[in-house]
């Protein structure tokens, strides 16, 4: 059984896809640690992460390669891109107005 380090942010979900590679093995993890799959996590808390028949070790590898965390719940959404072609910029708008 290996170890996995919590980060700010991070979910189980989020956990069993970097150490586990699906999100279908967040039940064992859970299970593994005694959680519920929707329990809050702790920065610093260390997780034993188990053997899981739904491991798909070639993500795993994929995400340590390079370097990749995965961390849902610390990163802002991305702002939608501006439609392309016939429409206004984003400039011509002014958001203080309405406020």
């Known amino acids: 059984m ?9 979910s189980l979900v989020d956990v069993a896809i970097q150490e586990l ?11 593994a640690a005694g ?16 053997a899981s028949a739904l ?3 070639e993500l795993v590898s994929y995400f340590r390669n ?3 965390r995965i961390n849902t719940g610390d990163e802002a959404a991305p702002a939608p891109a501006a439609p392309a072609g016939r ?11 309405f406020a």
């Not at 996995?4 to 991070?10: E, M, N, R």
């Not at 959680?35 to 188990?50: H, K, N, R, S, Y």
């Open 35 to 50: 959680l519920a799959i929707t329990d809050v996590l702790t920065p610093g808390q260390v997780l034993e992460v188990p």
């Open 87 to 97: 429409y206004f910029s984003s400039s011509f708008f002014n958001p203080d107005y």
């Open 66 to 68: 390079r370097g990749q």
């Open 21 to 31: 590679g699906s999100v279908g093995a967040a039940f064992d993890l859970a299970d």
């Open 2 to 10: 290996s170890q996995a380090l919590i980060t700010a942010g991070q």
């Open 55 to 57: 491991a798909r070790p």
